[in-house]
């Protein structure tokens, strides 16, 4: 395969990881019926009489958003749980693309429980619909001011989705395995907030929109791109292409010194370019239009 000519400039020291794309994270967004509210990209436990998932204005940190999740069971309804899941709902499936390869989930959460209840997140990653990666993190004391949470995905490859579960019940699978049971010891509350891919959110700043870690020019590109790093650390560079389905399609290692590489196997299309060394990596899209 042939790959891009690159110029590599070498600029200003910073420090970021990748970010992949979590809906709504921050539980920023809901739809409104006329008697309740679903947070967008969200499946809940909501039906009629039953309203467990509802927006708070209880959020963290402060300086970021207006809203979080909050998740209460109702056991007066035939000890129904409450919980969140990534849409499309049902047993985990692929429900949101990623692009990367994170290795951890972060977020805040609280946790008001009763009769030793056990609060339940899991992450899982898939790679064209199998699982390749999970991560769980259980809770039975109170957290009554917002803590963060950092849950580690076990070791895998690639992957290009995910789904999420958040509980204020311990989850476990029917004896078909065909979906959740859940079994709440009582009226527990979790609030639930700015979810994220390996870093914490700290403030609106540190969001991945607000960083530049380096620039592709031009973009639109055809034959040739020039990148742009913004580092002083005197080391060597990976650069990793993705296509839009999150595959690896180019991988390749980068010097310091400016350098100029050919083109032109990738077909016309959307691609995120990573580059990353031991230090930092970072991610910027890339259109080749010819």
């Not at 490859?157 to 579960?165: D, E, F, K, L, Q």
């Not at 390996?198 to 791109?225: H, M, R």
């Not at 032109?264 to 060394?277: H, P, Q, R």
Request: charged share 10%.
């Amino acid at each position: 395969m042939k790959k891009f000519t690159i110029i590599l400039t070498v600029l200003i020291a910073m420090t970021i990881k990748v970010y992949a794309q979590i809906p709504n994270s921050g539980f920023e967004n809901w739809n409104t019926f006329p008697s309740y509210m679903e947070p967008q990209g969200w499946a809940t436990t909501n039906s009629s009489g039953m309203y467990t998932v509802t927006r708070s204005t209880d959020h963290f940190p402060i300086s970021v958003g207006n809203y979080s999740a909050k998740i209460e069971c109702d056991t007066s309804f035939n000890n129904a749980c409450a919980f969140v899941m990534t849409v499309p709902a049902g047993d985990p499936q692929p429900a949101f693309s990623i692009i990367g390869h994170p290795t951890s989930f972060t977020g805040y959460y609280k946790f008001l429980p009763q009769n030793n209840d056990s609060m339940f997140i899991q992450i899982q990653l898939y790679l064209n619909g199998s699982s390749v990666s999970l991560g769980q993190f259980y809770q039975t004391s109170t957290i009554s001011n917002w803590t963060s949470f950092n849950i580690p995905l076990s070791i895998y490859t690639s992957a290009n989705s995910g789904s999420i579960v958040i509980s204020t019940s311990n989850l476990i699978h029917s004896s078909n395995l065909s979906d959740y049971i859940c079994r709440p010891r009582g009226n527990s509350v979790v609030y639930v907030d700015n979810l994220n891919f390996d870093n914490l959110i700290t403030s609106v700043q540190e969001q991945p929109a607000k960083k530049t870690l380096f620039n592709l020019y031009p973009n639109p590109a055809s034959d040739i791109v020039t990148l742009n790093i913004d580092n002083t650390i005197n080391a060597d560079f990976t650069l990793n292409i993705y296509n839009v389905t999150g595959e690896l399609v180019s991988s390749e290692t980068l010097r310091q010194n400016q350098q100029q590489i050919n083109i032109s196997d990738l077909s016309n299309g959307i691609y995120m370019v990573e580059i990353k060394s031991k230090e930092w990596n970072g991610k910027q899209k890339l259109i080749i239009q010819r």
